[in-house]
């Protein structure tokens, strides 16, 4: 077996030959990691993602099967080539469609540029998660009932083309205006990517866990629903207790309070920070902050 995988390596080695390689080579070389690094950017955001690790693991499974000389199974893979290749196609269509209108609507170069200084923010700023919390914690103070979804991973765009598009910065006074009572934009969920507010009014899947307590109403389980299909972090305030709760891969944490808000938005914030701030109680200072979110609460 050992002996196989050798030469099956060997046979694949003796046939790779270094080209010379001029400038105009290199220029292509990084023309093309340019546009791979893109199409690879792009997948993450999609729904391309999910099948692309789906292709990889198929791949695998397939290259062993080569080395082992599974005749059958290697038959079978090439027969259905094609017609995955295809059934791919047609799957991916709405997100092929949108990657050629961004290829005229986006400035890639500048987008790649910027793209560093954007890793160490993590997936949104310290403004962003101050504002959210300050627009929390204000509408249950209300009583206005509040769905927001805050995508970190897995893309939400099918969810967002529920929605009216908003495209607009993060602030505690734009949040609180959409779900005033009798606005256009009240009914439905935000959601949030980065730093902005990218869509309103959007339909949610529903929870079907029946350990769910009997008393939630339709914006509770429709807040567990998008946190089990997707790895998004969603704040719901009720519109009956104005109580704020968070849901979070198919779980609900009710009746949060200022600090325990803060902690979730941080860990799914994901900051790359070097070393931790370290807050000094200097003349009572280190309790305003604790003082405050119990106000808040």
């Given at each position: 077996?050992f002996?196989?995988?050798?030469?099956?390596?060997?046979?694949?080695?003796?046939?790779?030959?270094?080209?010379?390689?001029?400038?105009?080579?290199?220029?292509?070389?990084?023309?093309?990691?340019?546009?791979?690094?893109?199409?690879?950017?792009?997948?993450?955001?999609?729904?391309?993602?999910?099948?692309?690790?789906?292709?990889?693991?198929?791949?695998?499974?397939?290259?062993?099967?080569?080395?082992?000389?599974?005749?059958?199974i290697?038959?079978?893979?090439?027969?259905?080539?094609?017609?995955?290749?295809?059934?791919?196609?047609?799957?991916?269509?709405?997100?092929?469609?949108?990657?050629?209108?961004?290829?005229?609507?986006?400035?890639?170069?500048?987008?790649?540029?910027?793209?560093?200084?954007?890793?160490?923010?993590?997936?949104f700023?310290?403004?962003?998660?101050?504002?959210?919390?300050?627009?929390?914690?204000?509408?249950?103070?209300?009583?206005?009932?509040?769905?927001?979804?805050?995508?970190?991973?897995?893309?939400?765009?099918?969810?967002?083309?529920?929605?009216?598009?908003?495209?607009?910065?993060?602030?505690?006074?734009?949040?609180?205006?959409?779900?005033?009572?009798?606005?256009?934009?009240?009914?439905?969920?935000?959601?949030?990517?980065g730093?902005?507010?990218?869509?309103?009014?959007?339909?949610?899947?529903?929870?079907?866990?029946?350990?769910?307590?009997?008393?939630?109403?339709?914006r509770?389980?429709?807040?567990?629903?998008?946190?089990?299909?997707?790895?998004?972090?969603?704040?719901?305030?009720?519109?009956?207790?104005?109580?704020?709760?968070?849901?979070?891969?198919?779980?609900?944490?009710?009746?949060?309070?200022?600090?325990?808000?803060?902690?979730?938005?941080?860990?799914?914030?994901?900051?790359?920070?070097?070393?931790?701030?370290?807050?000094?109680?200097?003349?009572?200072?280190?309790?305003?902050?604790?003082?405050k979110?119990?106000?808040?609460?």
């Amino acid at each position: 077996m050992f002996q196989r995988i050798f030469d099956f390596i060997s046979s694949y080695l003796a046939a790779f030959r270094l080209p010379r390689v001029g400038i105009l080579d290199i220029l292509e070389m990084i023309i093309l990691a340019f546009l791979l690094y893109q199409a690879m950017k792009w997948m993450k955001n999609t729904r391309a993602w999910a099948v692309v690790k789906g292709l990889a693991v198929i791949l695998v499974f397939m290259a062993v099967a080569e080395i082992l000389d599974m005749t059958t199974i290697i038959w079978i893979g090439k027969s259905l080539f094609t017609l995955l290749a295809v059934a791919i196609i047609v799957a991916l269509q709405p997100e092929i469609r949108r990657l050629i209108e961004d290829l005229g609507k986006n400035n890639l170069l500048t987008s790649l540029i910027i793209l560093g200084e954007k890793q160490n923010e993590g997936r949104f700023s310290d403004k962003t998660l101050n504002e959210i919390i300050s627009a929390s914690f204000e509408m249950g103070r209300a009583r206005t009932g509040a769905l927001i979804v805050i995508e970190a991973e897995s893309p939400l765009e099918e969810y967002e083309r529920t929605g009216i598009a908003v495209d607009g910065i993060v602030t505690s006074q734009l949040l609180v205006n959409i779900f005033e009572h009798n606005t256009p934009l009240h009914d439905g969920a935000v959601i949030i990517r980065g730093d902005r507010v990218q869509s309103a009014t959007c339909y949610l899947p529903l929870s079907d866990n029946r350990s769910l307590s009997k008393d939630l109403g339709t914006r509770h389980r429709a807040g567990v629903g998008i946190s089990e299909v997707t790895d998004a972090l969603v704040i719901i305030v009720s519109e009956e207790t104005g109580k704020v709760s968070v849901a979070q891969n198919g779980e609900l944490f009710r009746c949060l309070d200022v600090i325990d808000l803060r902690r979730k938005l941080e860990r799914i914030q994901d900051k790359k920070e070097g070393k931790p701030k370290k807050i000094k109680n200097k003349k009572g200072e280190g309790k305003k902050d604790e003082a405050k979110a119990d106000a808040q609460s």
